[in-house]
């Protein structure tokens, strides 16, 4: 694995601070990308011998800082704390109890906290737990079974969506975990979610990126599609087929046809095709299959606060703790259906160059990101969509989420500058990615916020291109 000098150095300066402590807190984020972060940190660490206790937060605020314990033990922060190193300061941590591993745009800081985070050194399709990997393995070269745990993380946070795969380091994640023989690599494989557990013609007509024209969003248009090829599409027990379990010579057929169908529309067909990262060793078709639907499953545990559940099962627990997780999935889905068909029925604001909606406080800040790239797929996709949601926890505040689609950030979107921008002059914060992000705006600022995220967009993007439809 090549990694430049400095940041070399960092992942082995906090290893060798861990490896010198007796007790540990670890304080992660409630996302996928902290659940396998905490937990590829704790196996490490408790196999060094190093006692270890947990705690998750959903952001680092001065609030949540309360459930950080003021305790003797040594503090290690997961997928946060580079951008809240003023917070940990006035908290009272000092530098020696200190060590803060991370990906996020790192805040200047009095205290010269240690710190392992890929951001400055280049590495921006590295999440955090991929970072703890690193440190795992720098705390002991025998810890490569981690590696599928950090897969799960890079691909939670979203790492492989524009290259249709994982790239520079936490491609090498990948591969290290493949030769420790927990990980099958499929290159070329269908770029659809639920290739392991949703009937083909449902997986197909939930893809977006690409947007295919009569099969997505369309399961019947999907179903008529498949039947048209010939191939079987279920079982002998007349179970229908999952991707996964479709002989090579037909999936082969299958993309073939879709590529036609995107060419005939005058489309790219390069986003057909992505890597996936399966896990054999798991039982067939459940979420455990593969890293994607994995990361969504620990998502789940986290949105319904119990990122503990999803610890256990990052650990192997396949038995209470996954039937618990598979409850909260299931839970997890039809609220976000439910929140789709309220965008779609409630119906969204349209400006020049933006689409929005204000969700009030009916549901969950956590799957509000989920339903805006749902809702953004039954919509006009040549807008980005902005939707807004109250924060029973903090009424003063107002969550924002930005989705679109990597067609507009080829043209040169990016919902990460505008979110930090547009937040920050009101007083607010944001970040994320290009083709996705976030912000915490004071409540009462939604309306001047929304016209000046138009403008902004409109100063990337002048002219939107038609979309699909
Ligand atoms: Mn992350």
């Known amino acids: 694995m090549t990694t430049v000098m400095g940041f070399s150095e960092d992942i082995r300066a906090v290893a060798a601070e861990l490896l010198a ?5 670890i304080v992660s984020h409630i996302d996928a990308d902290g659940i396998t972060g905490e937990a590829i940190l704790a196996q490490a660490l408790s196999r060094a011998g190093v006692t270890v206790q947990s705690v998750f937060v959903r952001q680092l605020e001065p609030l949540t800082m309360r459930q950080v314990p003021e305790d003797a033990t040594f503090k290690l922060f997961c997928d946060l704390g580079a951008g809240q190193q003023n917070l940990l300061a006035e908290h009272g941590l000092s530098e020696d109890e200190v060590a803060i591993i991370d990906h996020h745009v790192s805040q200047p800081c009095g205290r010269d906290y240690l710190q392992v985070n890929c951001l400055p050194y280049g590495h921006t399709k590295l999440s955090a737990a991929g970072v703890a990997y690193l440190v795992a393995r720098a705390i002991d070269s025998g810890n490569t079974d ?3 745990i950090a897969v799960i993380g890079n691909i939670g946070d979203m790492m492989a969506r524009e290259d249709c795969g994982l790239v520079g380091i936490a491609r090498d994640i990948a591969q290290e975990g493949a030769e420790h023989g ?5 290159q070329r494989d269908l770029n659809c979610y639920g290739i392991s557990t949703r009937p083909l013609h449902l997986c197909l007509s939930y893809t977006d990126d690409p947007f295919i024209p009569g099969i997505s969003t369309n399961a019947a248009g999907a179903l008529r599609f498949l039947e048209k090829l010939g191939v079987p599409l279920k079982d002998t027990a007349r179970r229908w087929l999952v991707w996964e379990e479709i002989p090579p010579e037909d999936q082969r057929a299958i993309t073939s046809a879709l590529a036609q169908q995107l060419l005939a529309n005058g489309q790219g067909i390069s986003r057909l095709f992505s890597e996936s990262y399966l896990f054999p060793g798991e039982p067939e078709r459940t979420p455990l299959r593969n ?3 994995f990361a969504t499953l620990l998502n789940a545990c986290g949105r319904w606060s119990r990122p503990g559940v999803g610890g256990s099962i990052c ?13 909260m999935l299931t839970n997890h889905r039809a609220i976000i259906r439910e929140l789709l068909q309220f965008i779609l029925d409630s119906g969204v604001t349209e400006l020049s160059h933006l689409q929005y909606i204000h969700v009030g406080n009916r549901y969950p800040d956590t799957i509000v990101g ?10 006009a996709m040549h807008k980005p969509i902005l939707i807004m949601v109250a924060q029973p926890e903090d009424p003063e505040l107002t969550k924002v989420s ?8 080829e043209q040169g ?3 990460q500058q505008v979110a930090t921008e547009a937040s920050a002059k009101f007083g607010g914060a944001g970040g994320g990615h290009r083709i996705a992000a976030g912000a915490f705006i004071p409540r009462g600022a939604e309306q001047e916020f929304v016209f000046h995220v138009n403008e902004l967009l409109a100063g990337q993007c002048p002219c939107p291109g038609t979309g699909h439809r």
């Open 21 to 25: 402590q007796d007790s540990v807190t």
């Open 146 to 148: 981690l590696a599928r």
């Open 182 to 186: 927990a990980i099958e690599i499929r």
């Open 291 to 293: 890293a994607q639907e």
């Open 315 to 327: 650990r192997g627990d396949r038995g209470s703790a996954y039937r618990e997780a598979e409850h």
């Open 370 to 379: 989920i339903g805006a790239g749902m809702a953004l797929s039954k919509l």
């Open 402 to 409: 930005l989705r679109t689609t990597t067609r507009m950030v």
């Open 413 to 415: 979107v990016d919902l």
